[in-house]
């Protein structure tokens, strides 16, 4: 492992960004970054500022020669939690409304 990043808290949900974590997964940097930048979804945007946090993170640490170099090793989108939100219903009744959250963790290496 020669760099890590990781998203908290981002409102998407995790299902969703799992889509656009698949595209990227086990490509070089330079080909993520392409493909992340032209992705229409929301969850592109965060895997990429993510993935360029990863890359300034490798080189303050020193731990690598040269960024094109780098692969994404690990994608991982985890679940995070709920905001909980309620709606209108018939008869006075309010149902719930869950806003999903995400945890986006990238992990670098050669």
Same mark, same amino acid.
């Given at each position: 492992?020669?760099?890590?990043?990781?998203? %908290?808290?981002? %409102?998407?949900?995790?299902?969703? &960004?799992?889509?656009?974590?698949?595209?990227?997964?086990?490509? $070089?940097?330079?080909?993520?970054?392409?493909?992340?930048? @032209? $992705?229409?979804?929301?969850? &592109?945007?965060?895997?990429?500022?993510?993935?360029?946090?990863?890359?300034?993170?490798?080189?303050?640490?020193?731990?690598? %020669?040269?960024?094109?170099?780098?692969?994404?090793?690990?994608?991982?989108?985890?679940?995070?939690? @709920?905001?909980?939100?309620?709606?209108? %219903?018939?008869?006075?009744?309010?149902?719930?409304?869950?806003?999903?959250?995400?945890?986006? $963790?990238?992990?670098?290496?050669?």
């Amino acid at each position: 492992m020669i760099s890590k990043a990781v998203a %908290r808290y981002i %409102r998407v949900s995790p299902r969703k &960004a799992r889509l656009v974590a698949d595209l990227v997964r086990g490509k $070089t940097v330079d080909e993520a970054m392409a493909l992340l930048k @032209f $992705t229409t979804k929301k969850a &592109a945007q965060e895997i990429y500022k993510t993935l360029k946090s990863a890359v300034a993170n490798a080189e303050e640490n020193k731990n690598v %020669r040269n960024v094109s170099n780098l692969k994404l090793l690990e994608v991982k989108v985890d679940g995070g939690p @709920f905001y909980k939100r309620y709606m209108p %219903r018939a008869y006075g009744r309010a149902s719930l409304i869950k806003r999903r959250t995400s945890h986006i $963790t990238v992990v670098l290496g050669e």
